[in-house]
């Protein structure tokens, strides 16, 4: 069994900074990869960032220089710091993971349970 949990969503205010945090546990041989999206209600859900084993990272156009992504391989756990925070960045927040759960298994990806995250005044 394997999971991802997500802990550090809340209301902020505009311009505010908030750090979201997901950590993987369980049957874990190896992580590809770790992940950000979020979803608001009747759109699909977006990328925001995402991160590398090697430490390759990439973002959405909307978070470039307001959001960094950061991991820990050894406690298997993402990081999103966020900062200057706006209005349109209020969503639900998915932490995201390709996960190989022996040497010899099919890589699955796993979803977290979802963070809110409200930005507003």
């Known amino acids: 069994q394997v999971q991802l949990v997500e802990s550090g969503g809340g209301l902020v205010q505009p311009g505010g900074s908030l750090r979201l945090s997901c950590a993987a546990s369980g049957s874990i041989f190896s992580i590809s990869a770790m992940g950000w999206y979020r979803q608001t209600p009747g759109k699909q859900r977006e990328l925001v960032a995402r991160i590398m084993s090697g430490g390759g990272t990439n973002y959405a156009d909307s978070v470039k220089g307001r959001f960094t992504i950061s991991n820990d391989n050894a406690k298997n756990t993402t990081y999103l710091q966020m900062n200057s925070l706006k209005p349109e960045d209020t969503a639900v927040y998915y932490c995201?993971?390709?996960?190989?759960?022996?040497?010899?298994?099919?890589?699955?990806?796993?979803w977290g349970q979802g963070t809110q995250v409200t930005v507003s005044s």
């Open positions: 995201n993971a390709p996960i190989r759960r022996s040497s010899v298994s099919a890589v699955y990806t796993y």
